[in-house]
């Protein structure tokens, strides 16, 4: 089983930037694929971006050359930094793994963009 917990959300202006952390538990976590979601009030979640356990990663066309994903694999962290924020970006950001079958989500943390 795997725990995970973000951190880092906040309010920021439009233009601002905001690093997420996302904290996972367990001896696995460098073999295991990571990834952000985001979910806007009366909207879908949808992905933002995933890092596989080698390192490759894919964006949303949304977030492209605006936000980058990364681990730390000593530190059992994947983090996001946020640059040029958008009012769209505002939502509540979730960290995913998948360990087989099973999916794991952290408990989100809130992004609040201001024009």
């Known amino acids: 089983q795997v725990q995970l917990v973000e951190s880092g959300g906040g309010l920021v202006q439009a233009g601002g930037s905001l690093r997420l952390s996302c904290a996972a538990s367990?001896?696995?976590?460098?073999?295991?694929?990571m990834g952000w979601y985001r979910q806007a009030p009366g909207k879908q979640r949808e992905l933002v971006a995933t890092i596989t356990s080698g390192g490759s990663t894919k964006y949303a066309d949304s977030v492209k050359g605006r936000f980058t994903i990364s681990r730390d694999n000593a530190k059992n962290t994947v983090l996001l930094q946020m640059n040029n924020l958008k009012p769209e970006d505002t939502a509540v950001y979730f960290c995913?793994?998948?360990?087989?079958?099973?999916?794991?989500w952290g408990q989100g943390t809130q992004v609040t963009v201001s024009s």
């Open positions: 367990g001896s696995i976590f460098s073999m295991i694929p």
């Open positions: 995913n793994t998948f360990v087989g079958l099973s999916g794991y």
